[in-house]
């Protein structure tokens, strides 16, 4: 079973378009996150939800907005794609006051044309 | 805010070389820190952390990592490595009690047979 699960693994579109991924845990964690991992490999946190309520919105553009439906589910939409947004895009979910470790999913990889 | 450098950016090495990578953050209070990696096309995945302790953590397939407080630093360490470890290492820094995990900015592996 996969613990953290990303849709879709592969995402190609154009500029200007609207686009979402989506993200589930079954670790039962009550905190997710989205991160974006550019070209240079270099990861940076976007969002993190707990219990259903942002609660880290990094300095990211309005175009995006992110989700979460109940605590094991984190989506991530995204408005008027740039060419600037291709990255891979990695969710992951904790257990705060439990492990407080991080689980990743498998990554979207965006490219916008 | 805190910051986490990893100085080496790429390391060849032959199978069966020690390998150290250096890790080093800055914040002055009590930090929880992960080692993760990111294996070719695959998602992030933790090989330890340290919380508090022993200083010295064991982690998965042979990796240690050793916590050393005075020179904020938290070396990754394998005394062999394998081709298969061929990938790229994170360093990530959670400064006590908040849930923002800060990445360094990798280090590229790759082992030669």
């Known amino acids: 079973d996969t613990a953290v699960s990303q849709t879709p693994k592969y995402l190609v579109t154009q500029m200007g378009n609207d686009k979402s991924i989506k993200c589930e845990q079954n670790?039962?964690?009550?905190?997710m996150y989205w991160y974006k991992q550019d070209s240079k490999k270099f990861l940076k946190i976007m969002f993190s939800y707990n219990n259903k309520e942002l609660i880290i919105n990094e300095t990211v553009p309005n175009r995006f907005s992110p989700k979460s439906p109940d605590k094991a589910h984190l989506n991530l939409h995204i408005n008027s794609l740039e060419l600037g947004d291709s990255a891979v895009y990695f969710c992951?979910?904790?257990?705060?006051?439990?492990?407080?470790?991080?689980?990743f999913g498998p990554g979207t990889r965006l490219t916008v044309l | 805010a805190q910051s986490v450098s990893q100085h080496n950016h790429h390391v060849i090495l032959s199978e069966a070389a020690s390998l150290e990578l250096g890790c080093n953050y800055s914040?002055?209070?009590?930090?929880?820190l992960f080692w993760y990696v990111q294996y070719p096309g695959q998602h992030l995945q933790l090989l330890l952390k340290?919380?508090?302790?022993?200083?010295l953590v064991k982690g998965i397939k042979g990796f240690e990592a050793e916590f050393i407080k005075s020179k904020f630093s938290f070396n990754l360490r394998k005394p062999s490595v394998q081709w298969s470890d061929t990938a790229e290492y994170f360093c990530?820094?959670?400064?006590?009690?908040?849930?923002?995990?800060?990445f360094g900015t990798g280090t590229q592996l790759k082992v030669e047979l």
């Open positions: 990530a820094v959670k400064t006590g009690g908040g849930n923002k995990l800060t």
């Open positions: 992951a979910s904790e257990d705060r006051g439990g492990t407080d470790t991080q689980y």
């Open positions: 914040y002055g209070g009590t930090v929880n």
């Open positions: 670790l039962g964690h009550d905190t």
């Open positions: 340290y919380f508090s302790g022993d200083p």
